[in-house]
């Protein structure tokens, strides 16, 4: 199915008194872009999440947030770093002397700095942790591609009805355009028979440029490509793999077409036909940059 780029998902699992918590959300992006957030003494879980979401999800920018409440691991005993703490206390000395600093040294001044405390945690096994996170990080996922395949959903609905006002369309220019020719056809006729003041005019002349007008402004092949670039479009729509950037070429192969029509056209009702059409591609060009 069809995915949005555009997703949110959480799920927490209880592992004996620890509760393993995994949030993730993406915006658009062209490639697959990664980031993630865990609690301190965690960080070996970054690698492990990036390599998961990279199996599940094709592009987007993906962040993802972990979290961890309770347990052994977040507990521990603070204890002074005293050979960091000697030798930052000697170095504000020395500023003081130096400087000719007035003031007593104070508790606050030395505890101000984060280094002269260290933190000493109990040994956890970081493989039964990655297992309990891996179990949150499977269910925020499972939400996540839900809320993306739904979006996604009205995504392609929308892009498909576009294509189908294209085709209607399209089928209006392959009806005027032979009109168009049999206008241009009078109009030569009545201006030649203007200008030579005779009724009697050269009709194979008539025919001659007749002939180079309905070449000139052509359209078949456009309309034909036009159609089969929808049918491509529609057939992408209906897979289930990331489809994104093939769509975004499609959808410029469309507008190439839409431009030559444009170019080609000598009627005003046929060149208002194809400003809609090319609303409809720009609309759907916007509509795709969501899809992944």
């Given amino acids: 199915m069809i995915r949005s780029m555009t997703g949110y998902g959480r799920f927490e699992v209880l592992d004996n008194d620890t509760v393993y ?5 993406s915006v658009n992006h062209r490639f697959f872009e990664f980031s993630v957030r865990t609690p301190r003494g965690y960080a070996f879980l970054e690698d492990k999440l990036k390599n998961f ?44 002397k130096r400087y000719g600093i007035k003031g007593k040294l104070t508790l606050k001044d030395v505890t ?34 839900a809320m993306r395949e739904v979006e996604g959903k009205r995504l392609a609905d929308d892009v498909i009805s576009r294509c189908n006002n294209i085709l209607q369309m399209v089928a209006d220019i392959e009806t005027r355009s032979p009109e168009t020719l049999n206008l241009y056809r009078e109009r ?10 005779d009724t009697n005019i050269d009709e194979q002349r008539i025919l001659t440029e007749t002939a180079i007008f309905a070449d000139k402004i052509a359209v078949d092949e456009e309309t034909v490509r036009l159609k089969s670039h929808i049918a491509q479009l529609t ?27 444009g170019s080609k056209a000598s009627d005003i009702e046929i060149a208002r036909i194809v400003v809609d059409i090319k609303a409809e591609i720009e609309k759907i060009r916007e509509q795709i940059q969501n899809i992944e």
Avoid at 235 to 261: C, H, P, W, Y
């Fill in 188 to 197: 030569l006729e009545k201006k030649m028979r203007e200008v030579l003041a």
């Fill in 21 to 25: 918590s995994v949030e993730v959300k």
């Fill in 235 to 261: 057939e992408l729509l209906s897979g289930d793999a990331a489809v994104g950037r093939k769509l975004d070429f499609v959808v410029q192969e469309m507008n190439r077409e839409a431009n030559t029509i």
């Fill in 112 to 145: 101000s700095n984060n280094e002269v405390f260290v933190t000493e945690r109990p040994k956890t096994n970081d493989d039964e942790v990655w297992q309990s996170v891996e179990k949150a990080a499977e269910g925020a996922v499972d939400a996540f591609i």
């Fill in 53 to 96: 979401f990279a199996q599940r999800v094709a592009r987007g920018k993906i962040e993802v947030y972990v979290g961890v409440e309770g347990g052994t691991r977040n507990s521990g005993i603070i204890k002074v770093n005293s050979e960091f703490a000697d030798s930052y206390v000697a170095a504000l000395k020395e500023i003081k």
